[in-house]
């Protein structure tokens, strides 16, 4: 028995403008940058570690980055590297939207929209403390389209 596949349109009027496609590789490079800004504040970078856990971030089949949160300073790789406790599967843009604050992580994992795999709670308890990062690494992408002002939980 063949799958079907389907495609659900927006109701009129709920249509929402987008930004043009992010490169995956680039969203990876950008958001290894980001991590690494919290490496460089010793405070910042020992609550990040409260998270005690290492993450792969999916943008694509190819693209992604680890983040190593088990100890201070923390780092990021703008690779998938080694093996990581949770997995996290998401359009660049999806994540996009969470730096914007148009979308909290965690509704965006209730709703389906982002994937993952292990103890996703160990990254959740962490977000807010990512609001403390420097968020002008995400200027380029931006052009005016978002506030910029960190991600929500």
Not at 66 to 78: F, M
């Amino acid at each position: 028995m063949e799958e079907e596949s389907t495609l659900t349109e927006m109701p009129a009027g709920e249509q929402t403008t987008t930004m043009s496609p992010i490169d995956p590789q680039r969203m990876a490079e950008l958001t290894a940058d980001f991590f690494n800004s919290g490496a460089t504040d010793q405070r910042i970078g020992e609550r990040l570690a409260l998270a005690q856990t290492t993450v792969h971030i999916h943008y694509s089949e190819t693209a992604g980055v680890t983040l190593d949160l088990t100890k201070a300073p923390i780092h990021a790789e703008p690779d998938i590297v080694g093996q990581a406790e949770i997995q996290l599967y998401g359009t660049p843009e999806l994540f996009i939207e969470m730096v914007q604050r148009k979308k909290q992580m965690a509704m965006a994992i209730t709703r389906g929209e982002l994937a993952y795999e292990g103890p996703v709670r160990k990254f959740l308890r962490i977000v807010p403390i990512m609001r403390s990062l420097d968020f002008s690494t995400w200027d380029e992408l931006f052009q005016g389209n978002g506030n910029g002002s960190g991600p929500t939980a």
